[in-house]
Structures are given as C-alpha cells and as structure tokens.
C-alpha cells in the first residue's frame, strides 16, 4: 500500500535516515606514537627482562600486540626519528646524521593526516628541526622549552607526588596536549620521552633498582660500576613508564582508548658500548608494542620482521588515506588481524655519523644479519655521554690493564671486519662472526647482493669522505671543530625514490 506522506514529514525521515547511517559507520581511528629514548628492545618485563619494573608498558602488551622482531633503521636519535616520520631511510631523508634538522620538502604522515582532518600534536623531546613543526597544529619542543640535563646531583630527586618529575623526562605536555584536543575530530599524537636518554643521577623514581638486580649483557663486564650505571638507566625506563600509564589512564578516562592506536617504542637501543649507534640488535631492535582493542589481537605476539619505516604507511592506511610514492615501507595493518603473515623478507639499517666518523650498512633476515662497516678502521666508540659513562670508564681502565675479556674488546678493536654474519637465531648477542667461515660462503654472498640491490635502488650513494669526530674517543669531550647544529644535506638521494623490491 503506497502512503501518502507530507513533503515536511520525508524531509525529516530523511535526514533521520542519514544521521542514522553516520552513526552506524565507524569513527576514523586515532593514533597515540609513544617514544622512549634509547631504550633497549629487552629492557622491559614484556620482552622479558624479570628485574626491571615496567608494569604500565607491560600492560600495554597484555592488552595489545608485541613484535618481536622490529627494528629501527639507524640506531641514532634524530636520523631514526627523521625516518620514522618520513617513512623513508635516513640516507633518503638528507638527515642521516645526528642533529641534523629534517629538510622542509620533505613529505611527512602527519601532514597527511592533518589535511584530512585530523588533529596532530608533538608534545616533549622534539630533535627534527624546525622546517617541519607547521605538519602539526600543535608543538611543545621541550628542547626550546628551555629543558636541560640537570647537572647538580639533587636537581632529579625534584619529583613529582606520585614520584616522577614529568619536566626532566619531557613528559610534562603529554596530558595537557591530550586534553586540550578537539572533540570533534580524530587526532594524532607524537609523544616522545627524554628518557632513558643519559646522563643519569640517582633520584629518578622514588624506588631505585638495585644494582645486584640488573641484567648485564655478556659484551660488558659485570663491574660494580656496570651495575650501578645499568640501575641508574633501568629508573629512567622505570619512569617513562609512569608517564605511558598516564597516558593510557587518560585516554580510558576521555572514552576513546577502543578508537585509539597505541604504539610504544624506542628511537635505538640502550646508550652502552656496544648498543646505541651500532648495527647490532641490542641497537637497532627496538620494543615495538601495539594496542588497539578490538581491533588489535590482546596479548598478541607477531614475530614478522617490521621497520619505523613502516609507521607512516600504516598510520595512513588505517586512516583512509594512500601513502604515496616518498613512503618506501608497507602498511603492516595486516599483521594485526594475521600476526604469521610475512610482509617483509628482510630489514635494512644505516650507521652513520653519531659523534663521531662512522658509516654501515646492515641486512636482517629472521636468520642472519649481515654487516657492511665502511668505518672498519675505526673502533667502535660509543656515543660521546656513553664514553663519559661509569660503564667506560671502568672498561678502559680495564682495558689499558689487559683484563678485558675478547667479548668485551670490541669497543677498542681497531681496525674491525670490513664485513661480519651472524646466525640470530642461534646466536642471538651477535657474538660468532660467521664472515670467514666456509660453510656460510653462500650466505654471504646472498646478503652481500641484497645489500648491493638496496643501495642502487635507495641511491645510497657513498661520501669521498666521512664527517670527522667531534669528540675525544678517550674523554668523550667535544673537540674544537664540533659544529651545532648539523648542517642539513642537500643532494639528489632526497627525491621521491619508489620503494625497494621486496
């Protein structure tokens, strides 16, 4: 029977039945990017440190999904930073050296999210230069904020009532950002932490790791001095936390933690010889978590190679919104929904100037890594406040009396393979390097022509000459010709460069 209805009462049916079908479709997703700075992969409960006290990033584990095989491409602050926002490699992004600012024609996600709507904030350590702050709406550099390294020995037990002073990590803006957000549309956060960023001084948490709980690495020697230096640096980790169960309790107490993507993970590994700046997992694989209910697997576990290079794709994606042609990693979403798809065969990874001279190259399969050192006649000094370190010191002491182990050498090995393999599944610290061994001849060779592939695809063009040191390698004191900031490079290797086959 047709009913013959009043032009006014089908106008409002009408608009009823539009209302109605926007209610019903789903609300674009927003996204939380939490950053720790020079946090090792394994320093946590999640990935299965038992000592150390992370129960806010362990929480986010249970309630999401962990990767246990994701990795930076340069374990170096600003050039892994500069990758992660560009989704392309440092040496694509003409910042691949510390401190060097991130040029402006470089395209980011986040401008691409913002021009379809979304709210994007930066709040605490910044290091991307300034050409770049007009892709977010909103920026709280604590850089410029006029944040500095306390250097009094009382200036870190100024803490906070629940024991963590959010100004010295850089976390002070986090919730304020968050709560100052539109309601009225989906936003993007990039959250970065100070810590565990050295130096340190006790104080940071109001209860200290003790020293005979650390877990030390078999490259560092197990010295009163290594333990004290390793607690100091488990605090630090232990109030980042603080401030990421902040984060989570805000977003539970606004009603859009269901709406919201998680990510938690580290610039580079932890800032001890050996880790920070090396092409060794205990500096590029980083604690890489993603929480998302109902949307992401709890208590998941995806063991698929994944790159930063991916973020930016992925972010894209899950927003609606193509990449395009300057993002040369692959939207992972899917392993959220298949965490045993395989995306990836292999990772890549840079090492370039970090204080002081330096360039590598590294492929990483879910078996073997292989390392390129162009640097090789150089040891392999760690970053210049790691070489100030209680941790070095004690070891060049110990080193200048013979007392090293050939495991804890390698910081003062000179010159060092020009090329090195390691089986990762069966070794995994990276200590037996298979490079010489007949047995792996193949493999090598297979690893060396993905690496030769990658560089002419990725114009990963070799300098004449590498940027000079800018410290003492002995005292980690500057040398006269250190140069702040790092000039930004301009050449060629910053066009849009398609992505590298697969």
């Given at each position: 029977?047709?009913?013959?209805?009043p032009?006014?009462?089908?106008?409002?049916?009408?608009?009823?039945?539009?209302?109605?079908?926007?209610?019903?479709?789903?609300?674009?997703?927003?996204?939380?990017?939490?950053?720790?700075?020079?946090?090792?992969?394994?320093?946590?409960?999640?990935?299965?440190?038992?000592?150390?006290?992370?129960p806010?990033?362990?929480?986010?584990?249970?309630?999401?999904?962990?990767f246990?095989?994701?990795f930076?491409?340069?374990?170096?602050?600003s050039p892994?930073?500069?990758?992660?926002?560009?989704?392309?490699?440092?040496?694509?992004?003409?910042?691949?050296?510390?401190?060097?600012?991130?040029?402006?024609?470089?395209?980011t996600?986040?401008?691409?999210?913002k021009?379809?709507?979304?709210?994007?904030?930066?709040?605490?350590?910044?290091?991307?230069?300034?050409?770049?702050?007009?892709?977010?709406?909103?920026?709280?550099?604590?850089?410029?904020?006029?944040?500095q390294?306390?250097?009094?020995?009382n200036?870190k037990t100024?803490?906070?009532?629940?024991?963590?002073?959010?100004?010295?990590?850089?976390?002070?803006?986090?919730?304020?950002?968050?709560?100052?957000?539109?309601?009225d549309?989906?936003?993007?956060?990039?959250?970065?932490s100070?810590?565990?960023?050295r130096?340190?001084?006790?104080?940071?948490?109001?209860?200290?790791?003790?020293?005979?709980?650390?877990?030390?690495?078999?490259?560092?020697?197990?010295?009163?001095?290594?333990?004290?230096?390793?607690?100091?640096?488990?605090?630090?980790?232990?109030?980042?936390?603080?401030?990421?169960?902040?984060?989570?309790?805000?977003?539970?107490?606004q009603?859009v933690?269901?709406n919201?993507?998680?990510?938690?993970?580290?610039?580079?590994?932890?800032?001890?010889?050996?880790?920070?700046?090396?092409?060794?997992?205990?500096?590029?694989?980083?604690?890489?978590?993603?929480?998302?209910?109902?949307?992401?697997?709890?208590?998941?576990?995806?063991?698929?190679?994944?790159?930063?290079?991916?973020?930016?794709?992925?972010?894209?994606?899950?927003?609606?919104?193509?990449?395009?042609?300057?993002?040369?990693?692959?939207?992972?979403?899917?392993?959220?929904?298949?965490?045993?798809?395989?995306?990836?065969?292999?990772?890549?990874?840079e090492?370039?100037?970090h204080?002081?001279a330096?360039r590598?190259?590294?492929?990483?399969?879910?078996?073997?890594?292989?390392?390129?050192?162009?640097?090789?006649?150089?040891?392999?000094?760690?970053?210049?406040?790691?070489?100030?370190?209680?941790?070095?010191?004690?070891?060049?002491?110990?080193?200048?009396?013979g007392k090293?182990?050939?495991?804890?050498?390698?910081?003062?090995?000179?010159?060092?393979?020009?090329?090195?393999?390691?089986?990762?599944?069966?070794?995994?610290?990276e200590?037996?390097?298979?490079?010489?061994?007949?047995?792996?001849?193949?493999?090598?060779?297979?690893?060396?022509?993905?690496?030769?592939?990658?560089?002419?695809?990725?114009?990963?063009?070799?300098?004449?000459?590498?940027?000079?040191?800018?410290?003492?390698?002995?005292?980690?004191?500057?040398?006269?010709?250190?140069?702040?900031p790092?000039?930004?490079?301009?050449?060629?290797?910053?066009?849009?460069?398609?992505?590298?086959?697969?």
């Open positions: 029977m047709k009913l013959n209805l032009a006014g009462l089908i106008v409002v049916l009408a608009f009823a039945q539009v209302e109605a079908h926007a209610a019903d479709e789903p609300k674009r997703p927003n996204f939380v990017l939490i950053i720790a700075d020079d946090m090792a992969w394994n320093d946590c409960g999640a990935f299965g440190n038992p000592k150390i006290r992370t806010n990033i362990d929480k986010l584990a249970r309630e999401g999904m962990r246990d095989r994701a930076v491409t340069c374990s170096s602050c892994s930073r500069s990758s992660m926002i560009t989704g392309r490699y440092p040496h694509n992004t003409d910042a691949d050296e510390l401190h060097a600012p991130l040029p402006a024609e470089q395209i996600f986040v401008e691409k999210l021009a379809s709507g979304y709210w994007t904030a930066a709040a605490g350590k910044w290091h991307l230069g300034n050409a770049v702050k007009n892709r977010f709406n909103v920026v709280r550099d604590a850089n410029s904020a006029g944040f390294l306390p250097t009094d020995k200036a100024r803490m906070t009532a629940e024991g963590s002073s959010a100004v010295q990590s850089g976390c002070d803006q986090w919730i304020p950002v968050l709560r100052e957000r539109p309601k549309k989906p936003f993007f956060l990039w959250l970065a100070f810590d565990p960023h130096d340190y001084q006790p104080g940071a948490i109001p209860k200290p790791h003790a020293p005979e709980d650390v877990v030390i690495p078999p490259y560092l020697p197990d010295l009163p001095e290594v333990r004290q230096d390793l607690a100091l640096y488990y605090d630090e980790i232990g109030r980042l936390d603080h401030h990421v169960g902040e984060v989570l309790a805000e977003l539970d107490r009603g933690s269901t919201t993507y998680v990510l938690f993970l580290s610039d580079n590994g932890r800032p001890f010889p050996r880790c920070k700046t090396t092409l060794y997992d205990s500096g590029i694989k980083t604690p890489w978590i993603v929480r998302a209910p109902g949307r992401v697997e709890a208590g998941g576990r995806c063991e698929s190679l994944v790159s930063t290079i991916d973020i930016a794709p992925t972010f894209l994606g899950l927003a609606g919104i193509k990449p395009g042609p300057t993002f040369q990693g692959e939207d992972i979403s899917r392993l959220f929904r298949d965490p045993k798809a395989k995306l990836h065969h292999m990772i890549f990874a090492r370039n100037w204080d002081y330096a590598g190259r590294a492929v990483r399969t879910e078996t073997f890594k292989y390392i390129k050192n162009d640097d090789n006649i150089n040891p392999l000094t760690p970053p210049a406040d790691a070489v100030r370190s209680l941790t070095f010191v004690a070891m060049r002491r110990l080193h200048d009396e090293l182990s050939r495991l804890q050498e390698w910081c003062f090995e000179s010159p060092r393979p020009a090329e090195e393999l390691y089986d990762v599944m069966a070794d995994p610290d200590l037996t390097n298979l490079a010489s061994d007949p047995k792996y001849t193949k493999t090598l060779a297979d690893m060396r022509r993905e690496l030769f592939i990658w560089t002419n695809e990725t114009l990963d063009l070799k300098p004449e000459t590498l940027s000079p040191d800018e410290f003492d390698r002995s005292t980690g004191e500057p040398l006269p010709n250190r140069v702040r790092r000039p930004t490079k301009k050449g060629t290797r910053a066009g849009a460069v398609s992505k590298p086959a697969k």
